[in-house]
C-alpha cells in the first residue's frame, strides 16, 4: 500500500507547516521512515529520518534546529513538523520507508536505500 504524504500548501517565509504520511494497512516496528524533498533537476535530497520504534532521529544541516520529524505509533502516521520556513524549503517533500533497519545513520540519508514511497505534496515559501 502506497504512503500518502499531505499537509502542504503556500506559506510566507518564517511560517510553519506540518506534513503527515499515512500508511494504511502497514505496520512498523524497527523501521526507519525518512523525508525527502525534491526540486526540478535536482536529486532527492534527505530532510529527516526517524526509527519508529525508539524514536531516534537524524536530520540534514540545512533543516537542523528548524524542522521536527516525529510519529504517532497509534495513527499509524508520521510527520514533519516545519517552523521558521525559508524560500529555499520549497519543494515536493515525500516520504519513505527504508529496506533495511540496524544500519548506520549514514545509510539512511541516501534516497537509494529506500523503497517505499509517497507520492509527495508541495511546499512553497514566499519571500
Known amino acids: 500500500v502506497q504512503l500518502q504524504a499531505s499537509g502542504g500548501g503556500l506559506v510566507q517565509a518564517g511560517g510553519s507547516l506540518r506534513l503527515s504520511c499515512i500508511a494504511p494497512?502497514?505496520?512498523?516496528?524497527?523501521?526507519?521512515l525518512g523525508w525527502f524533498r525534491q526540486t526540478p533537476g535536482k536529486e532527492r535530497e534527505f530532510v529527516a529520518r526517524?526509527?519508529?520504534?525508539?524514536?531516534?532521529?537524524g536530520y540534514a544541516d540545512s533543516v537542523k534546529g528548524r524542522f521536527v520529524i516525529s510519529r504517532d505509533a497509534l495513527k499509524n502516521t508520521l510527520y514533519l513538523q516545519m517552523n521558521e520556513l525559508k524560500p529555499e524549503d520549497t519543494a515536493v517533500y515525500y516520504c519513505?520507508?527504508?529496506?533495511?533497519?540496524?544500519?548506520?545513520?549514514?545509510?539512511?540519508?541516501?534516497?537509494?536505500?529506500?523503497?517505499?514511497w509517497g507520492q509527495g505534496t508541495q511546499v512553497t515559501v514566499s519571500s
Open positions: 519513505a520507508v527504508a529496506r533495511f533497519i540496524g544500519l548506520s545513520g549514514y545509510y539512511y540519508t541516501h534516497a537509494s536505500s529506500y523503497n517505499d
Open positions: 494497512g502497514r505496520t512498523f516496528s524497527s523501521h526507519y
Open positions: 526517524i526509527r519508529w520504534n525508539q524514536g531516534s532521529t
